[in-house]
């Protein structure tokens, strides 16, 4: 008779969960084995934060709820910053915690009271005649309400005899429809606006076929934020991201509509520049399934609690006629020859042992092939490669920056290069972030990953030297430059240095070779002066 660990995990894996990801100890090695059994992959990392942010990222990326199994007490702690990442993202993942029943147990905590300080919803498995229910509302809450939850299983029910079957979870709520009130005004602003921008967030990126339609029929402009980039790649009015990541023109044309609408996005002080970008006259609405979320960072004249592509659907059926509104022929000129990083001129600031890192970017993006998916760590340099790297869709950038703790990029490429193996995988990071999250270059060598892994390397917290100013004592975010090419060939990778742009024909032979193990680039840059989105992002600290 199966016990409450196998019955998890295969109950987990007859429910189609996409990949696990862990760290296995004593108290989830029954339930990680049963996982297995199931046939689902499970891919054991160097330590469990790696393994919470490939499974964030991984679920992110397929679309599918993932899966993080770790040990009882220190195992959970130690994942504790991605499982918050994955929390704040609403990402839908199912982490698998091994509990202590004993309160002399060096490895008692109060779990619960721990995954929700992180926003984790926290459940349990109560006993074997309830495990696979337990199992299948912790799992159902993850998928249907797009959550993180931490489904503790206490060792001494893990081996209880379970006596029954899978009972099928229900299927997928309905997309949340919009009043048809709401629909009506959000119709006449649309009616009455010669300047409109839809800007489409997490939420809505699933929407991006009816948005498209809808900035056609309104004559829309499309931007989104970071985390939906890619959402409207190929459209000739999509702006790419807004807030500061964006370049002077799409800047320039947002802050001129006289209506933007938020669909599935906070519209917060990084997507609208706190504020800078909505004009003095413009009108703001938000759609949102959740209503919490509406005006809950800027006030908004119109706020319309639905799914943001049934909201969309909604309003093509209502608004009949297309209109140009900001399609214009000269807009469409702006948008083709300077709407991306790319095509504006660049006073090269490198040096002889120094490459800037905005010609480093927009070589790249000329190199890589480009069906590829980008994973972007945190800190100063992270507007680089988000500016000026394309990506074909919105599951070509993984970006996760909701708690905005560097050190996250290394595990959010490996995951999204497993969730999405037809893409080439690519990793951008800060020297501080990459050596931070080393360990798991192992796992990657080991996957057998053709990684790119590009280390914008200016041997310091670049972030926080920007941000206090050279007045300040900077001794403690300044460090002596490490030979991060070196440390990559340690691990079983291959390692480039790069000080200037010829240097990247390493990169082209790498390419060339067929790969199977990772590249990594230390790429030696030159100090900016401060990142041009940094300042932005500052101004709100």
């Known amino acids: 008779m199966p016990t409450v660990a196998d019955a998890v995990g295969r109950t987990l894996a007859a429910l189609g969960v996409g990949h696990a990801f862990g760290v296995v100890g004593s108290g989830n090695f029954q339930v990680t084995n049963a996982l297995r059994a199931g046939g689902v992959p499970f891919t054991a990392t160097r330590h469990e934060a790696g393994a919470a942010t490939m499974a964030d990222a991984y679920a992110r990326m397929s679309g599918s709820v993932a899966v993080l199994s770790v040990h009882q007490g220190c195992g959970l702690t130690n994942a504790a910053t991605g499982i918050c990442e994955a929390a704040k993202s609403r990402t839908p993942l199912l982490v698998l915690a091994a509990e202590a029943t004993g309160a002399t147990s060096n490895f008692a905590m109060d779990q619960p009271g721990f995954a929700r300080s992180v926003g984790a919803v926290a459940e349990r498995v109560h006993s074997g005649p309830f495990a696979v229910a337990d199992t299948v509302r912790a799992w159902q809450t993850a998928r249907d309400d797009r959550r993180t939850v931490v489904l503790n299983l206490p060792l001494d029910v893990q081996g209880l005899a379970v006596d029954g079957a899978l009972a099928a979870p229900g299927p ?304 403690t975010v300044v460090f002596p430059d490490t030979d991060i090419a070196a440390l990559a060939k340690g691990f079983g990778a291959e390692g480039l240095t790069v000080r200037q742009p010829s240097d990247l024909h390493g990169v082209t032979r790498w390419l060339e070779s067929n790969p199977s193990t990772p590249l990594v680039v230390d790429a030696k840059i030159v100090s900016d002066g401060g990142s041009w989105w940094l300042a932005e992002a500052f101004k709100g600290h």
């Open 172 to 475: 997928p709520p309905p997309p949340a429809i919009p009043a048809a009130a709401a629909v009506a005004e959000l119709a006449a602003l649309f009616r009455s606006a010669a300047r409109p921008v839809i800007v489409a967030g997490r939420g809505a990126r699933h929407a991006g076929p009816a948005l498209r339609r809808l900035g056609e029929a309104t004559g829309s402009l499309l931007a989104t934020s970071a985390v939906a980039n890619g959402l409207f790649h190929g459209d000739p009015y999509a702006l790419g991201i807004s807030g500061g990541f964006a370049s002077p023109t799409t800047a320039r044309l947002i802050s001129e509509a006289d209506l933007i609408v938020g669909f599935g996005c906070a519209l917060n002080m990084w997507t609208m520049r706190h504020g800078r970008l909505i004009g003095p006259d413009a009108k703001v609405a938000q759609v949102d399934v959740d209503g919490a979320a509406l005006g809950l960072h800027r006030p908004v004249h119109l706020g319309v609690v639905g799914d943001s592509a049934a909201t969309a659907d909604a309003l093509l059926t209502s608004l009949g006629g297309e209109r140009p509104g900001y399609r214009t022929p000269e807009v469409a000129e702006a948008i083709a020859t300077r709407a991306r990083w790319n095509d504006e001129p660049i006073e090269d600031l490198s040096t002889d042992g120094r490459i800037d890192p905005r010609i480093l970017s927009r070589d790249l993006d000329k190199l890589l092939p480009p069906e590829r998916v980008v994973a972007i760590d945190s800190g100063n340099f992270m507007g680089y490669p988000s500016a000026y790297l394309r990506v074909p869709d919105e599951y070509g950038f993984c970006f996760t920056q909701a708690f905005q703790s560097i050190g996250l990029g290394l595990s959010t490429a490996i995951g999204a290069a497993l969730a999405r193996r037809d893409r080439f995988p690519v990793l951008a990071a800060g020297d501080g972030g990459f050596l931070m999250s080393i360990a798991e270059l192992e796992t990657a060598v080991r996957l057998g990953l053709p990684l790119l892994c590009v280390i914008y390397n200016d041997a310091a917290y670049g972030a926080e030297i920007h941000h206090f100013g050279p007045e300040a004592d900077l001794a």
